[in-house]
């Protein structure tokens, strides 16, 4: 009690001598803070530089096939649980492991580390995805990683290792990646015209993208398209509007130069349709579009023509 009553009115004291004291000790404080918070984004710059050349130490033994070198990366009695959720004990059952796997298959992995977290001086917790491929560097899988590892002697050991489910490579796309769809846009079918503009919103957090259609009759009608990330369906997904009263939602999916959106609509009468839109990039100004997969209310409808649509400005208007 003693000691807390010295303390209170010395904090007392202080305080009623000048603000300066109290400006100078939040100084202080927040110098010291700072000083802690450098110290440790210097020791996770550290590990993080450690981790990723030890992963490029993996790329390669991986990419010469040597399974002996892979598993001396983990402690004597490390683990290695695969996705398909078989665990492997001890570098022999890990070497045994990877040496199986080499006279199966051949190809690359690469390493993505993403995240390194520290715990004390000597573990720390790396997470990232890793990606399969072949020789020719077609991807073929890839999966999330987490990788507990040790300090042993003064070297980094892996602990434990354990390879998640597979990623959804369209799960990692944003809307950086649709952007060759900016600008105005113009296309002619034996049905009619469409003239397209994209452009970002929101801080670019969206794009939208307005149809302004006429039929071979020059009756119009437009539609408003606002694209973004949708984080419960974890993809790029598409609402859209017409101005009859229609709406819908798509997703979106990237096949290299080609993208697909699987669309779901509603007229303004209730009836729904579905369809499979196919946009297929054939150079920087230019991609032919064709619906394929058509249902309208339970009937199969034909594939449309195939359009091209050509850029005519790389602002839209």
């Known amino acids: 009690m003693v000691g807390k009553t010295v303390k209170v009115a010395v904090f ?7 603000p300066l004291v109290t400006l100078s000790t939040l100084a202080l404080e927040q110098e010291a803070s700072t000083t802690k918070s450098e110290v440790k984004s210097s020791e996770g710059s550290k590990l993080d530089n450690i981790f990723k050349s030890q992963a490029k130490e993996y790329e390669a033994a991986f990419a010469s096939g040597d399974a002996r070198k892979i598993a001396s990366m983990w402690s004597e009695k490390g683990t290695y649980i695969d996705t398909d959720g078989w665990e492997y004990s001890g570098r022999k059952a890990i070497e045994d492991k ?51 590892h040790v300090l042993n002697g003064g070297k980094w050991e892996i602990a434990s290792a354990t390879d998640h489910g597979e990623v959804d490579a369209n799960s990692q796309l944003s809307l950086k990646d649709m952007a060759w769809m900016l600008g105005e846009w113009q296309a002619k079918g034996t049905n009619g015209d469409a003239k397209v503009t994209t452009r970002f919103a929101n801080g670019n957090s969206f794009l939208v993208t307005r149809f302004e259609l006429k039929d071979k009759d020059g009756k119009g ?29 798509a997703r979106w999916y990237s096949h290299g130069k080609t993208w697909e959106s699987r669309m779901n609509r509603v007229t303004p009468g209730g009836q729904r349709l579905s369809a499979v839109n196919f946009w297929q990039l054939e150079a920087p100004d230019k991609f032919t579009w064709q619906s394929t997969k058509r249902v309208f209310e339970g009937m199969d409808l034909p594939d449309s023509e ?4 050509s850029r005519v400005n790389v602002q839209a208007q």
């Open 306 to 309: 195939r359009i091209t649509v």
């Open 12 to 18: 007392s004291l202080l305080f009623s001598l000048s």
């Open 221 to 249: 009608r437009e539609e408003m398209q606002i694209t973004g990330f949708d984080p419960t369906q974890n993809a790029l997904v598409s609402w859209i509007f017409d101005s009859n009263g229609g709406f819908g939602q």
């Open 98 to 148: 990877y040496a199986d796997f080499f006279a199966r298959k051949k190809g690359k992995v690469t390493i993505n580390v993403q995240s390194v977290q520290p715990i004390g001086d000597s573990a720390a917790i790396e997470k990232g995805i890793a990606t399969f491929s072949d020789l020719e560097g077609n991807q073929l899988s890839s999966c999330t990683y987490t990788v507990v």
